[in-house]
């Protein structure tokens, strides 16, 4: 197939896709419930597009998490969040974990980290966390699939709304 005449997942079935947007809500309240802060939530959620190479997300990501008081230093430093100092013990047990549920097919979450993370997250923080990332792994692999597109950056509040509405893409 070329490029062109991909076909567009959540346009040849918004179905599927209006009920995947459903789940993020779910999800979303799950998080929320479990005290995961939007701050948490978008830094794992641009760690996993970055890791998966879906541009589509990370500019979504990248979007929420400023509005959401993450800074340029914050997100740059993601990629090297072993090495760099600015993220708590909280948010790499996130970074972390989320790693693990990327990477799942090199040994799921092994027990040391699932040790590691549970001594930093609660249960109902480590199952909202999870369930955050089993959804943006979801979304990476449908806007992956089907190229999408980045638009430029002024074109952001529409994606972000069709998102919302779930009629993305």
């Given at each position: 197939?070329?490029?062109?005449?991909?076909?567009?997942?959540?346009?040849?079935?918004?179905?599927?896709?209006?009920?995947?947007?459903?789940?993020?809500?779910?999800?979303?309240?799950?998080?929320?419930?479990?005290?995961?802060?939007?701050?948490?939530?978008?830094?794992v959620q641009i760690h996993v597009s970055q890791a998966n190479g879906c541009a589509y997300c990370v500019?979504?990501?990248?979007?929420?998490?400023?509005?959401?008081?993450?800074?340029?230093?914050?997100?740059?430093?993601?990629?090297?969040?072993?090495?760099?100092?600015?993220?708590?013990?909280?948010?790499?047990?996130?970074?972390?974990?989320?790693?693990?549920?990327?990477?799942?097919?090199?040994?799921?979450?092994?027990?040391?980290?699932?040790?590691?993370?549970?001594?930093?997250?609660?249960?109902?923080?480590?199952?909202?966390?999870?369930?955050?990332?089993?959804?943006?792994?979801?979304?990476?692999?449908?806007?992956?699939?089907?190229?999408?597109?980045?638009?430029?950056?002024?074109d952001l509040v529409g994606e972000d709304r069709d998102a919302a509405s779930g009629a993305a893409w």
């Amino acid at each position: 197939m070329t490029e062109a005449a991909r076909v567009h997942l959540s346009k040849s079935a918004p179905e599927a896709y209006k009920t995947l947007a459903a789940f993020s809500k779910s999800v979303g309240r799950i998080a929320d419930e479990a005290g995961i802060d939007a701050r948490l939530r978008e830094l794992v959620q641009i760690h996993v597009s970055q890791a998966n190479g879906c541009a589509y997300c990370v500019r979504v990501h990248v979007e929420r998490a400023t509005k959401a008081g993450v800074t340029a230093d914050d997100i740059a430093q993601l990629p090297v969040w072993r090495e760099s100092g600015v993220f708590s013990d909280r948010e790499r047990a996130g970074l972390e974990l989320a790693e693990c549920f990327t990477f799942i097919h090199e040994g799921g979450v092994p027990d040391d980290v699932y040790d590691r993370v549970g001594g930093i997250l609660s249960e109902a923080e480590y199952v909202g966390l999870s369930w955050i990332l089993v959804a943006i792994n979801a979304f990476n692999r449908v806007a992956i699939a089907g190229r999408y597109s980045v638009p430029p950056r002024d074109d952001l509040v529409g994606e972000d709304r069709d998102a919302a509405s779930g009629a993305a893409w």
